[in-house]
């Protein structure tokens, strides 16, 4: 169990730019969440994965986000035209995704974006 | 108002006291509580979970749930500055669903 792991740590961009993260699960673990969290805030969920089926989507943030997961394996996070807005912590979690109580989800240290 | 509020903080406590950190919520659908601990730059780690209402204690950590309130709380025994970070807590309907955390706590206990 090596845990979560995200790249890049830090990403900084010009607004405009796209950008792309990638979050590797803990391996055996279905499911896979994205979240932001923007300073002194509690993560905000955007989406989540039951292996390669996006579940939910609704909470992407607009439609210059967007997220896949083609394999069940890793996952990547897309931002389209990046605003300042948009800089935040960018935070990945998996879990089993069997029927325990509760799934319980782990996090991996996130992406962190500036976007000047 | 939002779904989840807790304690604003900043919090700051001597060594070996005992902490309160405590959440409010307005969804009476949410059935599993959870609190995590998140340091500087770090992603939160879970410290406890409890289902629906109650106490459940881990070593120096006791969760309750009052579900009745729409209330939950953590209490900290015997703190220490390793226990400095921000306290979130977090709430879903079902397993699997995606989690609604509060804003955090910041805590920080001083040596």
């Known amino acids: 169990d090596t845990g979560v792991s995200q790249n890049p740590r830090h990403k900084i961009t010009k607004r405009g730019q796209n950008v792309t993260f990638r979050c590797d699960p803990i391996?055996?673990?279905?499911?896979l969440y994205w979240y932001r969290q923007t300073l002194g805030q509690g993560p905000e969920f955007l989406t989540y994965?039951?292996?390669?089926?996006?579940?939910?989507k609704s909470r992407l943030l607009s439609d210059r986000f967007s997220a896949e997961r083609p394999k069940g394996s890793f996952s990547t996070l897309e931002i389209q035209r990046t605003e300042q807005g948009d800089s935040a912590m960018y935070l990945c979690?998996?879990?089993?995704?069997?029927?325990?109580?509760?799934?319980?989800?782990?996090f991996g240290p996130g992406t962190r974006l500036t976007v000047l | 108002q939002k779904e989840v509020e807790q304690d604003p903080g900043p919090l700051s406590v001597p060594e070996g006291a005992i902490v309160s950190l405590n959440c409010t919520y307005s969804?009476?659908?949410?059935?599993?509580f959870m609190w995590y601990r998140q340091y500087s730059r770090k992603g939160p780690e879970l410290l406890m979970y409890?289902?629906?209402?109650g106490n459940k204690e881990d070593g120096r950590f006791t969760a309750q749930v009052d579900k009745s309130s729409k209330y939950i709380s953590l209490f900290i025994r015997d703190s220490q500055p390793s226990d400095s970070a921000t306290y979130l807590c977090?709430?879903?309907?079902?397993?699997?669903?995606?989690?609604?955390f509060g804003p955090g706590t910041r805590l920080s206990v001083l040596p």
């Open positions: 977090a709430m879903t309907y079902n397993y699997g669903q995606n989690f609604v």
């Open positions: 409890t289902y629906s209402s």
């Open positions: 994965f039951q292996n390669e089926a996006q579940l939910e």
């Open positions: 969804n009476s659908a949410f059935q599993y």
């Open positions: 391996s055996e673990h279905n499911r």
């Open positions: 979690a998996s879990s089993r995704g069997h029927s325990e109580v509760p799934d319980t989800q782990y």
